[in-house]
């Protein structure tokens, strides 16, 4: 379980996250949506680790972040973070490059080599495998990238803009199944930050939106219709939410100059 | 038929390739005079006293001595040759047991060698008969010394860091030098059988453990097979990963350093009777709390800038700027020691030692330690470049 308690930062003088609470239970996959520099990956980061917040804390199942060693240790074992641009040494194979990370979370070295063999057929990489991965096309990396996360088996997940990068759209589909079926097995608490609908209509249970540093909305798919009174697909929720006047803003960009 | 080995420590005669340029060295030199003396035996011996001629022979003789010590320690201890390690791991051989390729302490095969070198020197005179045998004993026993932390014989090498220095002491008699050599010898026997009991030695953080290192190895991360290092697994597992490369200094381990560190400083000002300079506490007290702002800081930043201190009115950021307190309260400790220095007089060596000790014990000791500031510090992690990396990262 993810429990974000009443966070609130800033890099300089102005407010990037403000007051957020969020609980995400064990066996959710929470989505978060925000306009561009609404603090997304902000959030994500807080809850990944990467950064202290100025204010506020963030419990991983029960247990607060940078509260004490032991603490801290125990929740980087459960929690795994998909960065937006992660970083992959590319002189190493694919496959040894797996290994190393699930050796790194402890995975059982036979289960490893197993779970391995299957994220790569499942990412059409089986090919790759024993290939370095400067060999790769970016797309390509953002798959290997994203097999690092889930070879971990850490039951907690951080995911910024998992869906991007390049993907293929077969790809994106696996990833939103995967991601789906692991949340509902009910091992896993899955976050992520996505600015795809369709895929976040597939497979959130829940989505929060974000905007002006805050959340602005934070419900089921259903839940946000019956909030803004909008029946239709997500993008027209968010656009209701965050830009309620986009439509006027075209209106006017197409009416003929004054001058 | 089972062949009888012949005895182990025939082994450690010089080999050829010690002898021969020795012989050709020596031999063009003594040809050389011959050549200068034009066969005239008188003037041969006038010509082989001339200084710079006893100066070569000196020279050559020692240095012969020296490589022969070079040669004893590095080629027999299984410390040097990591494929005659692997084999002795795996051949029956203990501790108990002698060496196979020959012993790594003295035998009379040395004393042999040494005692021609000896012979050599002292033909028609002029070059100390005793000199390669003390070129052989320094060499040796200073090899042994370098060779010791490499067993992680923390101990032995630690006594030897204060007692090598001792020799430098001015004014020291010279039954007291007797007395550190044959203390050194005893310590790097006792350091050196002990290491040998720790074979195999492999086992990095099992033979720490065993000894009582004096690194705690508190947050060692395992050999990651592939890649090496969490430091090679790339953004953001390096940051992020539960497991992370580091060492902490336990109290002992800061307390006996900074003795020894103080020790030196006091042997050195004795040895160069050195004009009081008060000040050269903040010399070093500067620089490394630099060093240790570095290595914390090394990849992370605070949390927000100093305009987000100011507007938010968090002056102070505990859980971030405690990473300061250790290089302050050093910097603070040496304004402090030279103030009191200036006043000790003839005390002056002492208490510089004394106060250059308690700087190092304060950045070795001070808190946080690099473990608990690594996962409880209010922080921002950064990212490298990566570039630098032996992986040779790339963003995706």
New interface residues.
Partial sequence: MINVVDVS?????RPVLSHINLRVPRGQLLAIMGANGAGKSTLL?VI???????KGHVEINGVRR????EA??AI??Q?V?L?D????????TT???L???G????VDSDRLMDHIDRLLDVFQLADKGDSP??NCS?GQ??K??IC?ALVTEAPVMVLDEPFT?GLDPSAILALGRLLKHLAESGNFTIVMASQIPETIELVAHQIAILGDARIIACDTLEGLRAKTGCSGSLPEIFERLVHPQTLEHIENYFKRPKV | MRTRLPFHSNAVWPSATLVIPFVVIYGMLLVSIWMIAKGNSSAFGTVFNATEITTMRAVILGGAAGVYALFRVTRFHPKCNPAYAVWLKLSPWTAGKPLPLGPIHLVWQDLAVIALLSLIASWRGHVNPALPAMAFGLVYLAMMTILLPFLRQWPASVALGFLWPALALPEIKIETVAGIFVAIAAVIWFGHWKGLRAFPWNAGADVQRQNGSIWQTEIRVEPVAAVGAPANVGWPFTVLGPKIQGHSISNRTAFWLSALFGWWCFCALRFFQAEPFPEIMLVLAIPLGLIRFGIYCSGVVPPFNVWGRIVSGRLLLPGYDKVFLTPLAAVLISIAGAIVLRRCGDWYPAAESLGIALIWFVFFSGGPTRKNWILTGQHRYRLMNQSRNRQLMRQV
Avoid: M
């Avoid at chain 1, 990944?48 to 100025?54: K, M």
């Avoid at chain 1, 641009?85 to 190493?92: D, M």
């Fill in positions: 930062h800033h890099y300089g003088v980061g990944a680790g990467l950064l202290a917040p100025a940078r509260s004490s060693e801290e240790l980087r074992k929690l973070f960065a641009h992660p970083w992959l040494p590319e002189f190493r496959r040894e490059w290994l190393a990370v050796q790194l979370y402890d991965i400067r970016n990396k953002k290997i990238a690092g990068g």
